[in-house]
């Protein structure tokens, strides 16, 4: 019973691992490319929520429950999908501290920008640019981890 309890909690805080930074990044997006101050504020405000809430536990979720279905399957770290979804787990999350830390920073400048009644700085549009390309490799890596834990791929011979 152990591990069916284990791998479903694995693939669940995948799913809002995903979900969440798929829906934060899409409605931030839609956000900033209205334009609307108020609503960037608010939008701003929800993600960085939201990575609270959802994120932060699944990323230390994922890690544990994968390695504990690792250790009760016998597997070895060094097994080549493993350690090539290992090696991609961290580089989603060496994207995603920066991109926390640029959502915080982009939520202060659009709240001020909201209650001075401002526009927003060159700087908040600096940061936005640079928070959508991190988020490209983040995106790219799950999605590679998700197809490297389903098809367990054996590479060379």
């Known amino acids: 019973m152990e591990y069916p309890l284990i791998k479903a909690l694995h693939i669940l805080s995948s799913i809002l691992l995903f979900g969440t930074g798929l829906g934060s990044a899409f409605y931030k997006w839609m956000a900033d490319r209205s334009g609307d101050v108020r609503h960037i504020a608010m939008t701003n405000r929800h993600v960085v929520l939201a990575d609270w809430l959802f994120t932060t536990p699944t990323v230390v979720l994922q ?65 936005a640019q640079l928070w959508f390309w991190l988020g490209w490799p983040a995106f790219t890596s799950m999605v590679v981890i998700v197809a490297l834990m389903v098809f367990k791929p054996h590479f060379g011979g």
């Open 63 to 127: 890690p544990l429950s994968g390695l504990w279905l690792a250790h009760l399957l016998g597997l070895p770290l060094t097994t080549p999908w493993l350690a090539l979804s290992l090696a991609l787990y961290l580089l989603a999350g060496a994207c995603w501290l920066p991109v926390l830390a640029l959502q915080i920073r982009m939520r202060g400048m659009a709240e001020q920008a909201r209650d001075t009644r401002q526009p927003l700085p060159a700087q908040y549009w600096r940061d």
